[in-house]
T-cell receptor, first 115, second 114 residues
Framework: AQKVTQAQTEISVVEKEDVTLDCVYETRDTTYYLFWYKQPPSGELVFLIRRNSFDEQNEISGRYSWNFQKSTSSFNFTITASQVVDSAVYFCALSDGGANSKLTFGKGITLSVRP | DADVTQTPRNRITKTGKRIMLECSQTKGHDRMYWYRQDPGLGLRLIYYSFDVKDINKGEISDGYSVSRQAQAKFSLSLESAIPNQTALYFC?????????????FGDGTRLSIL
């Protein structure tokens, strides 16, 4: 069975601080996909990134970066120089490599960025 | 217009009532999903459908049913609503031609059962 653990439930930082959101996953599949979604206070789910199990390159997109390490089954998300608009719930999710594409979500991390 | 539209956006109803939540999409995706979100629990899959004639149970299907009326429409029903079904419900779609592409979510339906 697949499992995603987001051990941090709530994080509060002051604007301009860097913050890392942790994600640890469990799967028996050799091919799988990892995702991060953002849920701002307005409630919608916004896709941030997808990473497949064969691509361990880190990714950077503006102030966002992701560190994928298969050795520790982790897919951590770092926000550099956080801003108030980054305040949201962030979900990590896992999908197997098969055709069904079902997502298993972590419980989410509530990030509050204070001015 | 949103690619994935959920109606209603908010609903308050009483225990025992039959409720239908509707989802329609203009993305042309063949796969559709229903999730519920509870505080501190993340999103959990209720049902999913890969085609008009295909319906599959997810992690928490008890107390729910679905209907895939057309490729673009996927409705979720609560036959006899109970208070612990109070939650935020999301519909999502994905494209089978592109394996494991991100699911696209609607804006959610906030359901309260008194």
């Amino acid at each position: 069975a697949q499992k995603v653990t987001q051990a941090q439930t709530e994080i509060s930082v002051v604007e301009k601080e860097d913050v890392t959101l942790d994600c640890v996953y469990e799967t028996r599949d050799t091919t799988y996909y990892l995702f991060w979604y953002k849920q701002p206070p307005s409630g919608e789910l916004v896709f941030l990134i997808r990473r497949n199990s064969f691509d361990e390159q880190n990714e950077i997109s503006g102030r966002y970066s992701w560190n994928f390490q298969k050795s520790t089954s982790s897919f951590n998300f770092t926000i550099t120089a956080s801003q108030v608009v980054d305040s949201a719930v962030y979900f990590c999710a896992l999908s197997d490599g098969g055709a069904n594409s079902k997502l298993t979500f972590g419980k989410g991390i509530t990030l509050s960025v204070r001015p | 217009d949103a690619d994935v539209t959920q109606t209603p956006r908010n609903r308050i109803t009483k225990t025992g009532k039959r409720i239908m939540l509707e989802c329609s999409q203009t993305k042309g995706h063949d796969r559709m999903y229903w999730y519920r979100q509870d505080p501190g629990l993340g999103l959990r899959l209720i049902y999913y459908s890969f085609d008009v004639k295909d319906i599959n149970k997810g992690e928490i299907s008890d107390g729910y049913s679905v209907s895939r009326q057309a490729q673009a429409k996927f409705s979720l029903s609560l036959e006899s609503a109970i208070p612990n079904q109070t939650a935020l419900y999301f519909c999502a779609t994905s494209d089978s031609d592109r394996v494991n592409q991100p699911q696209h979510f609607g804006d959610g339906t906030r359901l309260s059962i008194l």
